[in-house]
Structure formats: C-alpha cells, structure tokens
C-alpha cells in the first residue's frame, strides 16, 4: 500500500525563522514521484516541486530546499528566514510508477503559520 | 505553461438540485483527468480517474451515481452532483495530465478547485 505521513498538522514560526516540514512516504514501488504543493487560503494548488525516485539530490530554490532521502523514506521540505506570505497549508505527494502522472496520494497537509 | 480552468469556483445550491463542475485543460491535450475532493482542515482524496472516451474509474467508496463523470473530449471532463446534500459540500479540484510519453505522464496541472456549498 502507498502512503504518506506529514506528522505536523500545525506549525507556527516567526517571521525569518527556518522551518522544516517533514514528509515520511510508503510505497513498494521502485519507480515513484515526490511532490511539494502550497495551498494558500484562497484554495488552489501550488505546484513546488517534483523529484523522481532516482534522484536523491537536494534541491535549493531560493528561500526553499528540500531533503529527499530514501534510506529514510522522507521528503523534507525547508523554508529559510520564512515570510508572513509562506503561510498556507503544505501538502506533500506521492504518484507511483511512469504512467501515473496526476494520480496522486497527499499527506494531511501541515498548516504552516508565520507570524510577523 | 499548462493551465486548467475549473468553473465555477464557487456555487451553492439548494439540496436535491444537481450541480456540474467543469474542468478545461486550455492549452494541451488530456486524455486523463483526476478529480479530488478535500473537506475542511483535511487531505485531498481522489475520487476518480477520468478518461477521454471511456468510463471513469472510481476509488473505493465513491459513489458512481451521485458523482458523475463525463469527458468527452481531450480538453474538458465534467463533474456532476447529482441530488445534492449538505454532506456533500466541500471543494473539489481537479487535475489534467499532458498527453504524452515518458517523464510527460508524471506531470499533473490542477485547477483553481470549486468550492460547494449545498443548503
């Protein structure tokens, strides 16, 4: 069976903090895809990211970076020196094998709040 | 870049009565679209794969008669909500995947979401 877990319903940081969110994934699959989603209070997904199964290295986009570790089964996503404009729900993804693009199963989301 | 438009973004309507939710990919090809659904303060859930020219597939529990699906073409799948209650109120999104090959399938592009209100 294929899961994900993001163990942190709630995060509140303060404004320039870092803050990491972790994804734990589930899947028997060797071929999958990892994916980051922000989705602000006004409801539409924000694509973040995508990291195929086979490739393990990290990658940093501005303020943002992720952590993708097999041995672990985890995909943690950092935000440095966070912005009030950061807040929304993250949800982490999981899509199993080449052709399965688009069917997706989310983690719960972690509600991160930055406070100014 | 590819864009979905999901209309409407926003509907109410009185129990019993039906809704319909359009999902457009409006500058690509998808032969398959997904829809979920997602309630308050929770994970999204996907309720069906929907296929250009063939039945939907539906995830277990979903109810096939109350959420119909219709994709008629490569660019637009239709959700209806058939005899609406309130337990059905919630936002629901969609997402198109480009038709292609290879590393194409594993893209997904998502729409703005509809939220329901049914009272």
């Known amino acids: 069976a294929q899961k994900v877990t993001q163990a942190q319903t709630e995060i509140s940081v303060v404004e320039k903090e870092d803050v990491t969110l972790d994804c734990v994934y589930e899947t028997r699959d060797t071929t999958y895809y990892l994916f980051w989603y922000k989705q602000p209070p006004s409801g539409e997904l924000v694509f973040l990211i995508r990291r195929n199964s086979f490739d393990e290295q990290n990658e940093i986009s501005g303020r943002y970076s992720w952590n993708f570790q097999k041995s672990t089964s985890s995909f943690n996503f950092t935000i440095t020196a966070s912005q009030v404009v950061d807040s929304a729900v993250y949800f982490c993804?999981?899509?199993?094998?080449?052709?399965?693009?688009?069917?997706?199963?989310f983690g719960q989301g972690t509600e991160l709040s930055v406070k100014p | 870049g590819a864009v979905v438009s999901q209309h409407p973004s926003r509907v109410i309507c009185k129990s019993g009565t039906s809704v319909k939710i359009e999902c457009r990919s409006l500058?690509?090809?998808?032969?398959?679209m997904f829809w979920y659904r997602q309630f308050p303060k929770k994970s999204l859930m996907l309720m069906a794969t929907s296929n250009e020219g063939s039945k939907a597939t539906y995830e277990q529990g979903v109810e096939k008669d109350k959420f119909l699906i219709n994709h008629a073409s490569l660019t637009l799948s239709t959700l209806t909500v058939t005899s609406a209650h309130p337990e059905d109120s919630s936002f629901y999104i969609c997402?198109?995947?480009?038709?292609?090959?290879?590393?194409?399938?594993?893209?997904?592009?998502f729409g703005q979401g509809t939220r329901l209100t049914v009272v």
């Open positions: 997402s198109a995947r480009l038709r292609g090959q290879g590393e194409r399938n594993t893209e997904a592009f």
């Open positions: 500058d690509f090809q998808a032969t398959t």
């Open positions: 993804a999981l899509s199993i094998g080449r052709n399965q693009g688009g069917k997706l199963i």
